[in-house]
């Protein structure tokens, strides 16, 4: 699954420097605005200690994690909504994404410079989502404007989608964002045909100085209070942190991350947050050539997940065969599972769950 999280943030705030440290990708970071104007992308594996408990028990010679794309785009700023700062462009690399990970600058460092003058996570936060909430009234009001035309033929049902465009545009008239927005039974479509920059959820990302690990502090807090208000989640990070971490061998790093107070990285932290973000699990795979994950969406049935290895797998499924991860282990084998009985034959009705491996069993 090509799933895709959006950095975003003002400029200066640790974006290209938190994406390298995520990807290694060689993202330029530098102390101006508009360093990133062409969205850079770097695939990371999500770290799943699972999959390497599987693997030494399989001993396969290859092992395949899953994986999410961390997009890192350019800076925003105030009106970049009318086009300030090439804002219409940066803007328009957010519909490209599934989920928004929100860098927070919370830190103080007077030889960074902050586009907007002091440090004020309250004010960076209000100005990026006023900005794609700009976008989002432009979008509908354009569409209420067309509908408007249209429901004068008194067609019932261009009249309840001039009703849904209203009562959109009063919602983000308001200055809440549409994934905050109740969508009726059969309104799905209408609201899918807008792309609307708003409905993407959300993960703040707190960047503190080193000194402020692991707990964060005042800036973290008011970062944390908005947080709250919209159901969302707060990693705090330090992006150099994480790029000196990423610099060095393991148990160097290991010593790194204890003096400071973590049992693990930053980045770890972020990519299982946005995973959960997208309300993704994972399922396991192995055969005598690899142990793999696979990500899928919650709620996903037995065929679907098959359809993720192959199409063929989920045009022609019989069955899934199926052990929880933690019967796997205790087991330590498939074939241990299976005779006492935890080996189940699930049908197509089946949902996945977070921690299954599955053997699929389908027709040619």
């Known amino acids: 699954m090509a799933l895709r999280c959006g950095i975003v943030g003002l400029p200066n705030v640790g974006k290209s420097t938190l994406f390298n440290a995520l990807s290694n990708a060689g993202a330029e970071a530098a102390n101006y605005p508009f360093c990133t104007i062409e969205p850079n992308v770097g695939v990371v594996p999500v770290p799943d200690d699972r999959l390497d408990r599987l693997a030494e028990l399989t001993q396969p010679p290859k092992v ?7 997009v890192d785009i ?13 804002g219409n462009q940066f803007l328009g690399h ?9 860098v927070v600058r919370c830190f ?24 794609l909430l700009l976008k989002d009234l432009e979008s509908v009001d354009k569409r209420l404007e067309k509908t408007a035309k249209q429901a004068k033929s008194g067609d019932k049902k261009i009249q309840a ?3 849904f465009y209203q009562r959109l545009d009063d919602h983000l008239g308001a200055g809440r964002p549409v994934r905050t927005f109740e969508v009726h039974p059969g309104e799905e479509d209408w609201l899918r045909s807008l792309f609307l920059l708003s409905t993407r959820p ?14 964060g502090s005042p800036y973290v807090e008011a970062v944390r209070e908005i947080a709250a208000q919209e159901d969302a989640r707060v990693v705090v990070i330090s992006a150099e942190f994480e790029a000196q971490l990423g610099e060095l061998e ?13 049992e693990r990285s930053g980045l770890e932290r972020l990519i299982h947050a946005a995973y959960e973000l997208l309300g993704l699990i994972t399922f396991f795979t192995h055969n005598p050539k690899e142990v793999r994950a696979w990500t899928i969406h919650k709620g996903t049935r037995a065929p679907q997940a098959a359809g993720q290895i192959h199409t063929d797998f989920e045009r022609g499924f019989i069955r899934a065969e ?33 921690g299954d491996v599955i053997l699929f069993r389908f027709n040619v």
Do not use: C, W
């Open 322 to 354: 199926t052990i929880h991860y933690g019967d796997y282990v205790q087991y330590g084998s498939e074939a241990a599972a299976r005779e006492a009985g935890h080996m189940r034959s699930e049908g197509k009705e089946y949902v996945v769950e977070d």
């Open 64 to 70: 395949v994690p899953t994986t999410i794309e961390f």
């Open 108 to 131: 103080d460092d007077d030889n960074v410079a902050h586009v907007p003058g002091a440090v004020d996570p309250a004010r960076d936060i209000e100005i990026i989502e006023t900005e």
């Open 94 to 102: 957010i519909r490209q994404v599934d989920a928004i990970i929100h």
């Open 202 to 215: 959300v993960l703040y990302a707190a960047n503190v100085g080193e000194d402020d690990l692991p707990g």
């Open 74 to 86: 350019a800076g925003l700023v105030a009106g970049a909504s009318k086009g300030e700062g090439l």
């Open 161 to 163: 989608e001039l009703a």
């Open 250 to 262: 393991d148990d160097d790093a290991y010593e790194f991350l204890e003096a400071a107070g973590l």
